[in-house]
């Protein structure tokens, strides 16, 4: 946790009092949980859901390999001690555009489609997402086209 509150510099448990804002590494932890529980909701974690999750975090976060690891270690704890997703999604929210949630959604159906395939919890979880990240069906499926067109 030390690498990550010195890499965003600020105290880790900290919010903007001025405008009593989540911090970013709040945020990306919010953000990092969605994927994390996309990733396990068919009951495997595989080695290759766990990079596409690193490189969304490296590329889309803008982290060294080293942060973004110590990110998913933190989120996973996190997400372990957690009843459900809604805190995470309602932080989210609170703080992100509708075309940053599209963009977490489309985060979230490039780890359904590491595998190639979409199986029935993952279609349950996506659409979830998008109902609590108030996304319209159309706005769920044009990501999801998106992210198919790309190659996944």
């Known amino acids: 946790m030390d690498l990550i509150g010195r890499f965003f510099g600020k105290d880790t448990k900290s919010r903007s009092p001025e405008k009593g804002k989540a911090s970013d590494r709040d945020i990306r932890i919010a953000t990092c949980a969605l994927l994390l529980e996309m990733a396990q909701i068919d009951g495997e974690f595989s080695p290759d859901e766990r990079e596409r999750i690193m490189s969304i975090l490296k590329r889309d976060f803008q982290m ?5 690891a110590e990110l ?15 805190q995470f999604t309602n932080l989210i929210n609170e703080n992100y555009s509708r075309e940053e ?8 159906w490039k780890i359904i489609y590491t595998d190639g395939k979409l199986d029935s ?32």
Do not use: C, F
């Open 64 to 68: 060294p390999d080293e942060y973004a």
């Open 101 to 108: 949630k599209i963009r977490i959604i489309e985060m979230v």
């Open 121 to 152: 919890h993952e279609d349950y979880l996506v659409h979830k997402l998008a109902n609590l990240l108030h996304l319209t069906h159309t706005e769920l499926i044009d990501a999801k086209l998106k992210i198919l067109h790309q190659g996944g």
């Open 72 to 86: 998913l270690e933190a989120t996973s704890e996190r997400l372990r001690d957690s009843i459900d997703i809604w």
